[in-house]
Each structure stands twice: as C-alpha cells, then as structure tokens.
Antibody
Framework: EVQLVESGGGLVQPGRSLRLSCAAS????????MNWVRQAPGKGLEWVSG????????GYADSVKGRFTISRDNAKNSLYLQMNSLRAEDSAFYYC??????????????????WGQGTLVTVSS | QSALTQPASVSGSPGQSITISCTGT?????????VSWYQHHPGKAPKLMIY???NRPSGISNRFSASKSGNTASLTISGLQAEDEAEYYC???????????FGGGTKLTVL
C-alpha cells in the first residue's frame, strides 16, 4: 500500500524559512515523479512544485518560483520542499503527491494517483 | 500561469447528468492530451477519476466520462448519485512549468 507521510509544517513568521519532508513507502519511490500540492483554507488545490523520477526535470508555480526548492533523495525514499521568504499567502495544507506512471518523460505528473494526509503551514507574525 | 477555468458550482438531481467544463489555453488543454479530473471529498485525498482526457482508472464507474474540444475539456457525470457530491478539479500538462496546472475547482451539489 502506498503511503506518503508529510512532516515539517508549523507556524512561522513572514520572511522565515521552513523545510517540509515526505516519507514514501509501499512503492519504488525512485521510479516516480513527485509533487507538492497545497490547499489554503477555503480555497482550491494549487500545484506548487514537481520533480521527475531522476531529478532531471523540476518545475515550480510562478507563485513560489525563486523562493521554494524541491528535492528528493531516492536512497531515503524522501521528498523535500525548502520554503524560504515565506509569505502569509503561503499558508496552506501542503500535500505530497505521486505521479501515476513510472519513468514518465513527457508530461510528468499529468495524473496523480496517491496523496499524503498533508502538513499545515501557517505564516503569521 | 493562471489556473484553468472551471465553473464555481454545478448542481443536479439524482439520476440526472451534469457536465463540468475546464477551459485553458494553447499552452495546456488546447495542445496536449494530458487532462485529468479529480474528485475531492472534504477531509479525504483527491481521487483520480479521468486521465489523458478520457481514460478511466481501474475501479472508476463508467458514469464518469470526459472529452476535449479545442481549449476546453469537459467531465460528464451521468446517473447522479448522492455520493458524487464533491469538489471536482481538472488539471492539464502545461508548458508554462512543464508539469501541471490545476483548475479552480467546481463544487457539485446533488439536490
């Protein structure tokens, strides 16, 4: 059974940093692109960042580009999101999400079949 | 990188059919057949209902169907059931980030 467990969320002041982690199990982590998707309270889902199975392809939403950095450690079955210069509008539940197809080259993560339970990030003074 | 455009809400009675639209641009929906649809019940993980425009994953009811024309994709749910009441999101591959972009979500109410 696929399990994705996020951690690292919390309350942080504007301008500060936070690092999210996602521990994966139940599948061959290194075969799949992974993503971070967020949902602010009362708002819709927003794709934040994605990384291909081999880390060769990385993408960011315009809203976080230059501030957030995604990475993965396939040996540790882990996905990370380094969030710097946090803003109030970054407050949301952050979900780790797995591509449905392994070794996808074209259109990575164009379909997602597994999600974590989310970790809450609150940016406030 | 604007979100794909979905109606905020749709509604229908049990047994009826409804269609949710998802409008993008030539950088995403209009050019690439990588449109997916997700069902999201509050407090639960989103569920993949359709991938690559009109394909259903194993276990998804054939009451769910989808299509695409030009820059607009559509999800149709036939024979509405109470458990279909949820938020529905479309996504598409986009050249703007070489990954995906979400629609704003559509709240389906089963009357």
């Amino acid at each position: 059974e696929v399990q994705l467990v996020e951690s690292g969320g919390g309350l942080v002041q504007p301008g500060r940093s936070l690092r999210l982690s996602c521990a994966a199990s139940g599948f061959t982590f290194g075969d799949y692109a992974m993503n971070w998707v967020r949902q602010a309270p009362g708002k819709g889902l927003e794709w934040v960042s994605g990384i291909s199975w081999n880390s060769a392809g990385i993408g960011y939403a315009d809203s976080v580009k230059g501030r957030f950095t995604i990475s993965r450690d396939n040996a540790k079955n882990s996905l990370y999101l380094q969030m710097n210069s946090l803003r109030a509008e970054d407050s949301a539940f952050y979900y780790c999400a797995k591509d449905s197809e392994p070794f996808r080259i074209a259109a990575p993560s164009s379909s997602i079949d597994s999600w974590g339970q989310g970790t809450l990030v609150t940016v406030s003074s | 990188q604007s979100a794909l455009t979905q109606p905020a809400s749709v509604s229908g009675s049990p047994g009826q059919s409804i269609t949710i639209s998802c409008t993008g641009t030539s950088s995403d929906v209009g050019t690439y057949d990588y449109v997916s649809w997700y069902q999201h019940h509050p407090g639960k993980a989103p569920k993949l209902m359709i991938y690559e425009v009109n394909n259903r994953p194993s276990g998804i009811s054939n009451r769910f169907s989808a299509s695409k024309s030009g820059n607009t994709a559509s999800l149709t749910i036939s024979g509405l059931q109470a458990e279909d009441e949820a938020e529905y999101y479309c996504t598409s591959y986009t050249t703007s980030n070489n990954f995906v972009i979400f629609g704003g979500g559509t709240k389906l109410t089963v009357l």
